[in-house]
Protein backbone atom coordinates (compact mmCIF):
# COMPACT_ATOMS: atom_id res chain seq x y z
CA UNK A 1 0.00 0.00 0.00
CA UNK A 2 1.14 3.35 -1.13
CA UNK A 3 2.22 5.74 1.64
CA UNK A 4 -0.10 8.87 2.43
CA UNK A 5 1.09 11.84 0.58
CA UNK A 6 1.09 15.09 2.53
CA UNK A 7 1.45 18.71 1.47
CA UNK A 8 2.71 21.46 3.57
CA UNK A 9 2.74 25.33 3.05
CA UNK A 10 5.08 27.19 5.94
CA UNK A 11 7.14 24.31 5.98
CA UNK A 12 10.38 25.68 7.47
CA UNK A 13 8.46 27.56 9.78
CA UNK A 14 8.33 27.03 13.76
CA UNK A 15 4.65 24.68 12.69
CA UNK A 16 5.75 23.44 9.95
CA UNK A 17 8.86 21.92 10.89
CA UNK A 18 7.12 20.06 14.02
CA UNK A 19 4.36 18.63 11.75
CA UNK A 20 6.63 17.64 8.81
CA UNK A 21 8.71 15.74 11.72
CA UNK A 22 5.21 13.76 13.08
CA UNK A 23 4.47 13.16 9.09
CA UNK A 24 7.75 11.44 8.49
CA UNK A 25 7.70 9.56 11.68
CA UNK A 26 4.32 7.91 10.37
CA UNK A 27 5.76 7.31 7.03
CA UNK A 28 4.06 10.04 5.25
CA UNK A 29 5.70 11.06 1.77
CA UNK A 30 5.54 15.13 2.30
CA UNK A 31 6.29 17.77 -0.02
CA UNK A 32 6.75 20.99 1.47
CA UNK A 33 6.30 24.13 0.14
CA UNK A 34 8.91 27.31 0.17
CA UNK A 35 9.54 30.26 -2.00
CA UNK A 36 12.96 29.36 -2.94
CA UNK A 37 13.23 25.76 -2.61
CA UNK A 38 17.04 25.47 -3.82
CA UNK A 39 18.80 28.43 -2.26
CA UNK A 40 17.52 28.83 1.21
CA UNK A 41 18.79 27.31 4.69
CA UNK A 42 15.97 25.49 6.30
CA UNK A 43 17.73 25.16 9.73
CA UNK A 44 14.42 23.49 11.22
CA UNK A 45 13.91 20.85 8.93
CA UNK A 46 17.80 19.60 8.72
CA UNK A 47 16.61 16.12 10.86
CA UNK A 48 14.16 15.22 7.87
CA UNK A 49 15.72 17.57 5.11
CA UNK A 50 16.43 14.31 3.14
CA UNK A 51 13.16 12.83 3.58
CA UNK A 52 11.00 15.31 2.13
CA UNK A 53 10.25 17.41 -1.35
CA UNK A 54 10.24 20.77 -1.90
CA UNK A 55 8.23 22.36 -4.07
CA UNK A 56 8.08 26.50 -5.40
CA UNK A 57 4.88 28.32 -3.87
CA UNK A 58 4.26 32.08 -2.96
CA UNK A 59 1.35 33.19 -0.99
CA UNK A 60 1.19 36.51 -3.51
CA UNK A 61 1.29 34.35 -6.38
CA UNK A 62 -1.85 31.96 -6.84
CA UNK A 63 -0.53 30.17 -10.01
CA UNK A 64 2.18 28.55 -7.66
CA UNK A 65 -0.16 27.12 -5.15
CA UNK A 66 -2.15 24.90 -7.81
CA UNK A 67 0.61 24.08 -9.46
CA UNK A 68 2.43 22.69 -5.95
CA UNK A 69 -1.45 21.06 -5.66
CA UNK A 70 -1.19 19.83 -9.16
CA UNK A 71 1.77 18.35 -9.00
CA UNK A 72 2.09 16.90 -5.53
CA UNK A 73 -1.38 15.54 -5.78
CA UNK A 74 -1.81 15.32 -1.85
CA UNK A 75 -4.56 13.08 -0.07
CA UNK A 76 -3.84 15.94 2.89
CA UNK A 77 -3.20 19.55 2.90
CA UNK A 78 -1.79 21.36 5.76
CA UNK A 79 -2.32 25.17 4.95
CA UNK A 80 0.45 26.87 7.07
CA UNK A 81 1.31 29.63 5.60
CA UNK A 82 0.96 33.26 6.48
CA UNK A 83 2.08 36.15 8.24
CA UNK A 84 2.38 35.87 11.17
CA UNK A 85 3.06 38.79 13.48
CA UNK A 86 0.06 40.64 13.92
CA UNK A 87 0.98 44.34 14.65
CA UNK A 88 2.41 44.78 11.04
CA UNK A 89 -1.01 44.18 9.47
CA UNK A 90 -2.09 47.31 10.23
CA UNK A 91 0.87 48.69 8.45
CA UNK A 92 -0.83 47.15 4.81
CA UNK A 93 -4.53 46.17 5.35
CA UNK A 94 -3.85 44.68 2.04
CA UNK A 95 -1.51 42.11 2.48
CA UNK A 96 -3.08 40.12 4.82
CA UNK A 97 -6.17 39.56 2.91
CA UNK A 98 -4.19 38.45 0.02
CA UNK A 99 -1.98 36.26 1.22
CA UNK A 100 -4.22 34.39 3.94
CA UNK A 101 -8.06 34.47 2.76
CA UNK A 102 -6.73 34.76 -0.87
CA UNK A 103 -4.11 32.08 -0.50
CA UNK A 104 -6.57 30.05 1.35
CA UNK A 105 -9.50 30.09 -1.38
CA UNK A 106 -6.98 29.29 -3.76
CA UNK A 107 -6.03 26.30 -2.12
CA UNK A 108 -9.10 24.78 -1.04
CA UNK A 109 -10.44 25.18 -5.14
CA UNK A 110 -7.08 23.60 -6.26
CA UNK A 111 -8.30 20.92 -3.71
CA UNK A 112 -11.51 20.33 -5.08
CA UNK A 113 -10.27 20.48 -8.71
CA UNK A 114 -7.66 17.91 -8.05
CA UNK A 115 -9.08 15.62 -5.81
CA UNK A 116 -12.45 16.35 -4.28
CA UNK A 117 -11.37 13.90 -1.15
CA UNK A 118 -8.49 16.18 -0.18
CA UNK A 119 -8.89 16.68 3.54
CA UNK A 120 -7.54 20.30 3.77
CA UNK A 121 -6.14 21.87 7.14
CA UNK A 122 -6.27 25.49 7.24
CA UNK A 123 -4.67 27.28 10.29
CA UNK A 124 -6.44 30.03 11.59
CA UNK A 125 -6.10 32.28 14.97
CA UNK A 126 -7.90 33.51 17.95
CA UNK A 127 -7.37 36.77 16.70
CA UNK A 128 -10.81 35.96 14.35
CA UNK A 129 -12.53 36.10 18.18
CA UNK A 130 -11.06 39.55 19.12
CA UNK A 131 -13.39 41.34 21.80
CA UNK A 132 -15.49 38.37 21.93
CA UNK A 133 -17.38 39.47 24.96
CA UNK A 134 -16.55 35.72 26.42
CA UNK A 135 -14.15 33.74 27.86
CA UNK A 136 -13.10 31.11 27.36
CA UNK A 137 -13.75 30.96 23.43
CA UNK A 138 -14.89 28.19 21.95
CA UNK A 139 -15.46 27.47 18.46
CA UNK A 140 -18.99 29.33 18.33
CA UNK A 141 -17.70 32.18 20.37
CA UNK A 142 -18.88 35.36 18.59
CA UNK A 143 -16.08 36.60 16.18
CA UNK A 144 -15.42 40.38 16.47
CA UNK A 145 -11.69 40.87 15.31
CA UNK A 146 -9.69 43.64 16.06
CA UNK A 147 -7.30 43.85 13.42
CA UNK A 148 -6.91 43.09 9.75
CA UNK A 149 -4.83 40.45 10.70
CA UNK A 150 -8.20 38.88 12.63
CA UNK A 151 -10.44 40.14 9.91
CA UNK A 152 -7.96 37.98 7.14
CA UNK A 153 -7.62 34.92 9.22
CA UNK A 154 -11.63 35.20 10.00
CA UNK A 155 -12.32 35.24 6.49
CA UNK A 156 -10.24 31.85 5.80
CA UNK A 157 -12.16 30.30 8.73
CA UNK A 158 -15.22 31.40 6.92
CA UNK A 159 -14.31 29.65 3.71
CA UNK A 160 -13.28 27.09 5.01
CA UNK A 161 -16.93 26.74 6.10
CA UNK A 162 -18.27 28.11 2.75
CA UNK A 163 -16.79 25.42 0.64
CA UNK A 164 -17.19 22.53 3.48
CA UNK A 165 -20.73 22.98 3.34
CA UNK A 166 -21.36 23.91 -1.16
CA UNK A 167 -18.99 20.86 -2.03
CA UNK A 168 -18.75 18.79 1.15
CA UNK A 169 -14.90 19.17 1.31
CA UNK A 170 -13.43 17.85 3.88
CA UNK A 171 -12.36 21.38 5.04
CA UNK A 172 -11.03 22.21 8.92
CA UNK A 173 -10.14 25.69 10.31
CA UNK A 174 -7.77 24.88 13.22
CA UNK A 175 -8.35 27.51 15.94
CA UNK A 176 -4.66 28.42 16.83
CA UNK A 177 -4.35 30.47 20.13
CA UNK A 178 -0.91 31.26 21.18
CA UNK A 179 2.04 28.12 20.66
CA UNK A 180 5.42 28.33 21.22
CA UNK A 181 8.88 26.59 21.27
CA UNK A 182 12.25 26.87 20.93
CA UNK A 183 12.10 27.02 17.41
CA UNK A 184 10.01 30.43 17.48
CA UNK A 185 11.65 33.71 15.61
CA UNK A 186 13.14 36.25 18.46
CA UNK A 187 11.13 38.76 17.29
CA UNK A 188 7.70 36.70 19.11
CA UNK A 189 6.86 38.23 22.57
CA UNK A 190 7.75 34.70 24.51
CA UNK A 191 11.23 34.25 22.98
CA UNK A 192 12.13 37.66 23.28
CA UNK A 193 10.96 36.90 27.06
CA UNK A 194 13.43 33.99 27.00
CA UNK A 195 15.76 34.87 25.29
CA UNK A 196 16.23 38.25 27.51
CA UNK A 197 16.01 36.16 30.92
CA UNK A 198 18.56 33.73 29.17
CA UNK A 199 21.11 37.22 28.40
CA UNK A 200 20.88 38.69 31.56
CA UNK A 201 21.56 35.56 33.56
CA UNK A 202 24.93 34.79 31.22
CA UNK A 203 25.57 38.62 32.16
CA UNK A 204 24.68 39.79 28.45
CA UNK A 205 22.18 42.05 28.91
CA UNK A 206 20.85 44.50 31.73
CA UNK A 207 17.54 44.32 31.80
CA UNK A 208 14.44 42.68 29.68
CA UNK A 209 11.81 45.66 28.33
CA UNK A 210 8.47 45.28 27.90
CA UNK A 211 5.14 46.27 27.33
CA UNK A 212 2.04 45.65 29.55
CA UNK A 213 2.28 42.74 32.40
CA UNK A 214 -1.12 42.32 33.15
CA UNK A 215 -1.51 40.85 29.44
CA UNK A 216 -3.09 37.44 29.38
CA UNK A 217 -2.41 34.86 26.81
CA UNK A 218 -3.34 31.46 26.61
CA UNK A 219 0.20 29.50 25.50
CA UNK A 220 0.94 25.74 24.18
CA UNK A 221 3.15 23.94 22.91
CA UNK A 222 3.56 24.33 19.07
CA UNK A 223 4.30 20.87 19.39
CA UNK A 224 1.23 19.59 20.36
CA UNK A 225 -0.74 22.29 18.57
CA UNK A 226 0.46 20.55 15.25
CA UNK A 227 -0.31 16.94 16.69
CA UNK A 228 -3.48 18.41 16.92
CA UNK A 229 -3.65 19.33 13.24
CA UNK A 230 -3.20 16.07 12.29
CA UNK A 231 -5.67 14.20 14.50
CA UNK A 232 -7.72 16.82 13.04
CA UNK A 233 -7.84 15.19 9.79
CA UNK A 234 -8.02 11.79 10.62
CA UNK A 235 -11.69 12.50 12.27
CA UNK A 236 -14.28 10.90 10.16
CA UNK A 237 -16.09 13.94 9.78
CA UNK A 238 -14.78 17.62 9.11
CA UNK A 239 -15.06 20.13 11.41
CA UNK A 240 -13.60 23.17 13.64
CA UNK A 241 -11.52 22.94 16.40
CA UNK A 242 -9.67 25.65 18.68
CA UNK A 243 -6.25 24.20 19.67
CA UNK A 244 -5.44 25.71 22.95
CA UNK A 245 -4.22 24.74 26.59
CA UNK A 246 -7.58 26.85 28.31
CA UNK A 247 -5.45 28.37 30.77
CA UNK A 248 -4.74 32.14 30.56
CA UNK A 249 -1.14 33.43 31.89
CA UNK A 250 -0.23 37.34 31.86
CA UNK A 251 3.03 38.15 30.19
CA UNK A 252 4.14 39.07 33.97
CA UNK A 253 4.13 35.31 34.70
CA UNK A 254 5.53 34.52 31.79
CA UNK A 255 8.46 36.52 32.73
CA UNK A 256 8.77 34.25 35.93
CA UNK A 257 9.10 31.67 34.33
CA UNK A 258 11.67 32.57 32.28
CA UNK A 259 13.34 34.43 34.94
CA UNK A 260 12.98 30.86 37.07
CA UNK A 261 13.95 28.59 34.97
CA UNK A 262 17.40 30.44 33.76
CA UNK A 263 18.34 30.65 37.94
CA UNK A 264 17.64 34.47 38.52
CA UNK A 265 15.12 36.84 40.18
CA UNK A 266 13.23 39.33 37.63
CA UNK A 267 13.38 42.10 40.56
CA UNK A 268 15.10 45.26 38.82
CA UNK A 269 15.77 43.69 35.85
CA UNK A 270 12.74 44.04 34.32
CA UNK A 271 11.29 47.95 32.85
CA UNK A 272 7.66 48.41 31.46
CA UNK A 273 8.50 51.06 28.24
CA UNK A 274 4.50 52.56 28.27
CA UNK A 275 5.62 53.02 24.06
CA UNK A 276 5.45 49.15 24.02
CA UNK A 277 1.95 48.99 25.54
CA UNK A 278 -1.06 48.47 23.43
CA UNK A 279 -4.79 49.20 24.09
CA UNK A 280 -6.66 47.27 26.41
CA UNK A 281 -8.14 44.30 25.05
CA UNK A 282 -11.87 43.73 25.69
CA UNK A 283 -11.93 39.72 26.05
CA UNK A 284 -9.02 37.81 27.56
CA UNK A 285 -7.85 35.13 24.58
CA UNK A 286 -8.27 31.81 26.30
CA UNK A 287 -9.21 28.90 24.32
CA UNK A 288 -12.03 26.05 25.37
CA UNK A 289 -10.41 23.28 23.79
CA UNK A 290 -13.52 20.88 24.74
CA UNK A 291 -14.03 19.86 21.40
CA UNK A 292 -11.01 18.93 20.37
CA UNK A 293 -10.06 16.71 23.16
CA UNK A 294 -13.94 14.93 23.01
CA UNK A 295 -13.66 14.27 19.26
CA UNK A 296 -10.00 13.89 18.70
CA UNK A 297 -8.87 12.74 21.89
CA UNK A 298 -6.13 15.80 22.00
CA UNK A 299 -4.20 16.37 25.10
CA UNK A 300 -1.13 18.61 25.16
CA UNK A 301 1.38 16.40 26.56
CA UNK A 302 3.74 20.10 27.25
CA UNK A 303 2.85 22.38 30.17
CA UNK A 304 3.60 26.01 30.10
CA UNK A 305 6.40 26.04 32.75
CA UNK A 306 7.90 23.04 30.73
CA UNK A 307 7.61 24.77 27.23
CA UNK A 308 9.10 28.04 28.96
CA UNK A 309 11.85 25.81 30.39
CA UNK A 310 12.69 24.35 26.99
CA UNK A 311 13.11 27.80 25.23
CA UNK A 312 14.86 29.23 28.07
CA UNK A 313 17.61 26.25 27.97
CA UNK A 314 18.00 26.42 24.24
CA UNK A 315 18.77 30.52 24.67
CA UNK A 316 21.88 29.35 27.07
CA UNK A 317 23.11 26.70 24.50
CA UNK A 318 22.74 29.32 22.09
CA UNK A 319 24.04 32.14 23.63
CA UNK A 320 26.66 30.26 25.23
CA UNK A 321 27.85 29.63 21.81
CA UNK A 322 27.72 32.81 20.52
CA UNK A 323 24.47 31.98 18.05
CA UNK A 324 21.75 34.28 17.34
CA UNK A 325 18.24 32.91 17.13
Given at each position: ?????????????????????????????????V????????????????????????????????????????????????????????????????????????????????D??T???????????????E????????????????????????????????????????????????????????????????????????????????????????????????????????????????????V??????????????????????????R????????G??????????????????????E??????????A????
Amino acid sequence: MSARRALVTGVSGQDGSYLVELLVAKGYDVTGVVRDPDDRPLPRLSGVRDRISLLHGDLDAPDTLRDAVSASRPHEIYHLAAPTFVPTSWDDPAQPMAQIAGATGTLLSAARHVDPKTRIFVATSSEIFGDAGESPQRESSPKRPRSPYGVAKLAAHQLVGALRERFDLYAVSGILYNHESPRRPSHFLPRKVTRGAAAIALGLQDELVLGDLAAVRDWSHAEDVMRGAWLALQAEQAADYVFASGVGHTVGGLVEAAFAAAGISSEGRVRVDPELVRPPEGTPPIGDPTRARTVLGWKPEHGFGATIAEMVATDLAELRAGETP
